[in-house]
């Protein structure tokens, strides 16, 4: 006889009114604010709040720089033609207090592509008091509000002509894109499981280094640079393609115009000899499978929880540094370091990922999303693309046409 029964909730069952009076409860003990321009008053403290996690690192612009993107009139366009709104949001708890700070831009530009609006997510940090709220999530996706209230200005300005002005609710008729970037996955680094499986369940892919071995620029100052030598950062780029999360390739006009936009938005901080050669080398493999008859790059879907860890192999630090940025000099010491793990223990990086799978599974789902498919709080596994190439494991069969056959 059981004296008790652990009870699951259904998503499905909530009416759309509890959902927004969850989030309400969870949001209103935070305060969003906009910083326009350096003489805010915690224009200095957000700045040094992401300089303190990210600058060591070389992966922060100079405080002068963002004070010169606030300056700048967003409503003219750089040279290359590309409209740049650069943001730099902050939280408050109810004391006043920041508990956290995201900075990036949105970025449009016609002539690359007339229906197409990226909104580059570059730095997020949410301060220790407020890890484990709701917090993280809704500065992942604010941007998005403010990139809608400035295509709407850039339109009633008559700067730009947007598919469907009067329909706010489909983006104007636009396309648009999240991009972020991040470290490629190595066992030893929590942090970058931590960002894949935060950004895996937020709807983000990976696209193909294969086709597109994306750098982040040297973010020093050029002084140091020259002293040192250039070195960009291998890093993997993110995209969430709002309202096409399932669709599994990216065409490459969209994957050039993701290209050009960012470096536009770099060239701001960054001297021309210090990006070319990243950006060319993207830009020249796409236009190499163009040649070639294809039309689109794959993106590579991410982890959600312990059922479809095996995603990992496809981003594991280790293999794609030595298959797609052969020789760089940002990659040498960490894959000397790996390689001695490896020589140790072949399978280092099967056990990891096994290790991982347990501790993840120590968590117990209360929420599902649906009776018809029992899917808990991670989602179901998503095929690969059927013309993928991975570095370490085969992956699993793909759905058709393109699409993901099966929900996240």
């Given at each position: 006889m059981n004296v008790g029964q652990r009870v699951r909730l259904c998503l499905k069952d909530l009416y759309h009114q509890d959902v927004v009076e969850m989030i309400e409860r969870e949001t209103r003990s935070f305060e969003f604010e906009s910083i326009e321009h350096p003489s805010h008053p915690d224009f200095e403290r957000a700045y040094g709040i992401l300089w303190e996690a990210f600058g060591g690192a070389g992966e922060m612009e100079p405080i002068d720089a963002i004070r010169g993107f606030l300056e700048d009139d967003?409503?003219?366009?750089?040279?290359?033609?590309?409209?740049?709104?650069?943001?730099?949001?902050?939280?408050?708890?109810?004391?006043?207090?920041?508990?956290?700070?995201?900075?990036?831009?949105?970025?449009?530009?016609?002539?690359?592509?007339?229906?197409?609006?990226?909104?580059?997510?570059?730095?997020?940090?949410?301060?220790?008091?407020?890890?484990?709220?709701?917090?993280?999530?809704?500065?992942?996706?604010?941007?998005?509000?403010?990139?809608m209230h400035y295509l709407h200005e850039l339109h009633a300005r008559g700067r730009i002509a947007l598919p469907q002005p009067d329909q706010p609710g489909k983006?104007?008729?636009?396309?648009?894109?999240?991009?972020?970037?991040?470290?490629?996955?190595?066992?030893?680094?929590?942090?970058?499981?931590q960002r894949i499986l935060f950004y895996g369940r937020g709807g983000f892919d990976v696209i193909d280094p294969r086709h597109f071995p994306y750098r982040q620029p040297d973010f020093r100052p050029p002084a140091m640079i020259q002293a040192t030598g250039n070195t960009p950062l291998p890093f993997m780029l993110l995209l969430r393609r709002m309202g096409r999360e399932r669709q599994a390739k990216l065409p490459l006009d969209e994957a050039r115009a993701v290209m050009r936009l960012l470096y536009d938005d770099f060239a701001f901080f960054c001297?021309?000899?210090?990006?070319?050669?990243?950006?060319?080398?993207?830009?020249?493999?796409?236009?190499?499978?163009?040649?070639?008859?294809?039309?689109?790059v794959d993106l590579l879907p991410l982890p959600t929880g312990p059922r479809d860890l095996q995603r990992l192999k496809r981003v594991f630090r280790h293999d794609i540094f030595q298959r797609f940025y052969a020789g760089d000099p940002a990659t040498l010491p960490y894959l000397d370091s790996v390689r001695a793990r490896l020589a140790q223990n072949p399978r280092w990086f099967e056990d990891q990922l096994t290790a991982i799978a347990r501790r993840l599974e120590t968590r117990?789902?209360?929420?599902?999303?649906?009776?018809?498919?029992?899917v808990a709080w991670e989602g179901t596994p998503t095929p690969e693309p059927a013309d993928a190439s991975p570095p370490v494991a085969s992956p699993a069969a793909a759905g058709t046409n393109g699409r993901r056959e099966d929900a996240r």
């Open positions: 967003p409503y003219e366009p750089v040279p290359s033609g590309t409209y740049i709104r650069y943001f730099l949001l902050i939280a408050r708890d109810k004391t006043g207090k920041i508990r956290g700070v995201r900075d990036g831009c949105v970025l449009y530009n016609p002539a690359y592509a007339p229906d197409l609006c990226l909104v580059y997510l570059a730095h997020i940090f949410v301060l220790p008091e407020a890890r484990g709220t709701v917090l993280t999530y809704w500065l992942r996706i604010a941007p998005v509000e403010l990139a983006y104007y008729g636009m396309r648009l894109d999240l991009a972020a970037e991040m470290e490629y996955f190595s066992p030893e680094d929590p942090i970058s499981l001297a021309p000899e210090f990006l070319e050669n990243s950006l060319d080398l993207v830009l020249n493999r796409l236009e190499d499978r163009r040649a070639r008859g294809k039309a689109h117990v789902p209360y929420v599902y999303g649906s009776r018809d498919k029992d």
